[in-house]
């Protein structure tokens, strides 16, 4: 018996209990993003890509809940753009020029994680390198293993550009090709010492993006930073910069910037521009995520009732989006009824009894990899009183102006300061607050983001282009206790749609969530196949 607990628990150890990314085959769904896509996608990036250039890719790590169990794996959304690789423990090498592999020229490696049918057998399928080639269609690819003896010639490159590169991955023991060897191998090829950050370079690209438009303020920020991180504050150009006396001697700091072999910040650029505007494949997996989010905000209408609680409100939208045959949820979703709406990001979801506050529900699908983000605020007994209705009309009102404001060529931000400007006006005119600047209290985040890939996604957040798309969502919170009459205390309201940007205006992609009072209302009285579903009591 205790050679028997002592075997299972070997056993566990060393092949945690772990949910494995899938792969691709004729068990799993068509219509993922096809291997054309990543090649085009890799394409287009190699084209830009400097002059005697390597471009260093890294999967996500494997987070770990506890013991021997991780966290579901999702792959880091760069990763994916640019292989449609679904596994852990892999780099990929994109060259600006041809490079020889085993006397094969390539402009690029995927490093992916060795087949291994014991492993396999408990965390799920891998593609191999095999695999990599077939399915995923890069032109070569090794096995992780082989990245410790891959010869990286510093010296054959000019740059060698990467993302920020993760500092708290975990290394497993048992695997000596994992994402903390595969760094730690990286940082020895290109000479990177301990205790080197990258985090000036970051700053460089600040100043030179915003020196021209407020280089007081901007002198401040770097101070501020340079006061926090030791290796910023020993930088000599950091040093120059904040002690120019004026606009030319900051100028000549910001063209005198020392370009250095190893970048961080090209590929973030490049990627940001690139996953801003959408391919009509992703438009199309996209559009399914946010009509699938909207159709669960209709099927929580009809089901919805005061003695509900705030996680079986959850649990139906994410049934109705898994129906769909979404694979996870595209952030943690937030149910909060009355004082808990009015954080922006609750997410406890443990309020037992709606009772007869609003209810405010930020929820979206995650489909093959895209994302929705539709919010839609009800009364969970189906009606509004009159003290909510106000304040949602307002919130209505501010979502219209926003919807207005998204034209390409406007800038980002101006569906934010349409809207910004109906809630500060209305809050005025309800008594609420006194003057503009007050209103901030109440209405703390900005109205748009991107989405994609991820929910708050890349993009360069310039004038707004065909074919991206954001989020429009102004939102109003009165918490309890707030300097204002006790009616309004307890209100949240945010309402957030989908916006596509096309060529002469907008689309709105989650018009299926209803989204007026009235609307809301009549789909609330609707029958839900629900009202009839009844589970035994538990004792
Ligand atoms: N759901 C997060 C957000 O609206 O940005
Ligand atoms: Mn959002
Ligand atoms: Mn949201």
Known sequence: MNFLRHLCFTLLVSLPLGVAAQNTGPDKPSDFLDKEFHRQRREVLRQQLPPRSVAVLFSNPIRNRANDVDFHFHQHPDFY?????????????????????????????????????????????RLGEEGVERHLGLTHALPATAFAGFKLDTAAYDQILFLELPHDVRNDPNNSADLYDLVAQFKQKIGLTEGKDFAHQE????????????????????????????????????????????AAARAAVVKGMPKEKADITWLDGALSEMREVKTPQELTLLRKAVAMSAIGQVEVMKAMHPSMSETEVQGIHEFVYKKYGAEYEGYPSIVGAGNNGCILHYVENEKPKLGTDLVLMDLGAEYHG??????????????????????????????????????????????????????????????????????????????????????????????????????????????????????????????????LITEKGWENLSKGAPRTIKEIEATMAQPSPLDNFKLPVLK
């Open 370 to 499: 895209y994302t929705a983000d539709v919010t839609r605020t009800i009364p969970a007994n189906g009606k509004f009183s009159p003290a909510q209705a106000q304040i949602y009309e307002l919130v209505y009102a501010a979502q219209e102006a926003g919807f207005n404001a998204c034209k390409p060529g406007n800038a980002f931000n101006a569906p934010d300061q349409a809207a910004q400007k109906v809630m500060t006006d209305g809050l005025i005119k309800l008594g609420i607050i006194k003057n503009a600047q007050e209103a901030r209290r109440y209405t703390m985040h900005g109205v748009s983001h991107y989405i994609g890939l991820d929910v708050h996604d890349r993009g360069t957040y310039g004038p707004l282009k065909p074919n991206s798309v954001i989020t429009v969502e102004p939102g109003i919170y009165i918490p309890e206790g707030s300097p204002c009459d006790k009616k309004w205390w307890g209100i949240g309201v945010r309402i957030e749609d989908d916006i």
């Open 203 to 246: 700053l460089f690209q600040i100043i030179k993006m915003y020196d021209a438009q407020g280089g007081a303020r901007v002198q401040q920020e770097v101070q501020r930073q340079m006061r926090a991180n030791p290796n910023l504050a020993k930088n000599p150009t950091l040093n120059a910069y904040v002690n120019a006396k004026d």
């Open 81 to 125: 753009y640019l292989t449609g690789y679904r596994e852990p423990n892999a780099v990929l090498l994109l060259f600006s020029d041809q490079h020889m592999v085993n006397g094969v020229a390539t402009e690029e490696i995927l490093f992916a994680q060795a087949r291994n049918p014991q492993a396999e057998s408990w965390t799920g399928k």
